[in-house]
């Protein structure tokens, strides 16, 4: 059994938090240089070429890439022959704050959803996941809601056709519009309860933008990215080629009586870093 101490996953959550919000993933990056180059639009291009550029100076700088540095979502993965020395929730959320702190993040989260009140460093959302082996996995993920109020969830009878699921993710994505600050990465969550499709979408939205899966799930990637892309909302919602960078699935067995479906969209700002202990 290996002892890992909460303080260790504190200072963990603190650095991540910082990666995250100041330096775009690198597939992003590199999905978006490649979007530029493909682009015909002008305006598209150069909304393109101010979003790569913003990135560049963010990570020179030290500066947030989005003004919304969101809720910050924690997904910890804990090997079963670990053991934890402290209190693993008190650790996050205090690595959490001192990371927004230290960064200088906007402060966006409220105490009381109904009755509101001043932002405060109130508790991250945290998934745990029990995995095989001794280390423990970390991953941040700061979500802005520009594009969580996008989320959209329906529970499909199980007689519904892959043409009916493909038509509701698209149909989520030209709902969205521009208002979630495109090009998006759009997750998308196939099986388990209700809420458990909703953590998939969250889930797939970390997953590298080039990424292997079953041959079905990969034809549905690819089949959703081009009919999104053929909607031409473009880059910041004027036009062009590229609405989203990629579509990435996860799916979990359901109940027979069943079929829930999850769209989470993010905007171009994808941020998420991880660290293994």
Do not use: W
């Not at 105490?111 to 991953?139: C, E, F, M």
């Not at 809420?195 to 899966?213: E, G, M, P």
Request: a positive charge; glycine letters at 8%.
């Amino acid at each position: 059994m290996r002892i890992i101490s909460a303080i260790k996953i504190r200072d963990a959550v603190n650095d991540l938090c910082l990666r995250a919000n100041l330096f775009l993933k690198e597939d992003i990056l590199a999905a978006l240089k490649a979007a530029y180059l493909n682009e015909a639009n002008k305006k598209a291009k150069d909304i393109l070429q101010a979003i790569i550029k913003n990135a560049l100076i963010a990570k020179r700088e030290k500066l947030a890439i989005c003004q919304d540095t969101g809720l910050p979502c924690v997904f910890v993965e804990i090997g079963e022959n670990v053991k934890i020395s402290g209190d693993l929730k008190k650790a996050i959320n205090k690595g959490v704050e001192l990371g927004y702190k230290k960064g200088f993040f906007r402060n966006s989260v409220i105490k009381d959803p109904l009755s509101r009140g001043k932002p405060g460093y109130q508790p991250a959302i945290i998934h745990i996941d029990i995995v095989k082996g001794n280390k423990i996995k970390l991953t941040v993920l700061p979500k802005g809601f520009g594009c969580e109020n996008k989320v959209q969830l329906r529970m499909f009878k199980p007689t519904a056709s892959i043409v009916e699921i493909k038509k509701f993710i698209v149909q989520t994505i030209k709902d969205a519009g521009p208002d979630a600050c495109p090009p998006y990465v759009v997750g998308v969550g196939i099986g388990g309860t209700a809420d458990y499709a909703c953590f998939l979408a969250k889930k797939a939205l970390l997953k590298n933008i080039v990424h292997s899966s079953g041959f079905i799930v990969h034809r549905l990637e690819r089949e959703l990215l081009k009919e999104i892309n053929k909607l031409n909302i473009g880059p910041m919602g004027l036009g062009g080629k590229t609405t989203a960078l990629a579509v990435n699935i996860e799916t979990y067995p359901t109940h027979i009586a069943g079929l829930p479906v999850c769209v989470n969209i993010s905007c171009h700002a994808l941020r998420s870093a991880s660290e293994i202990i």
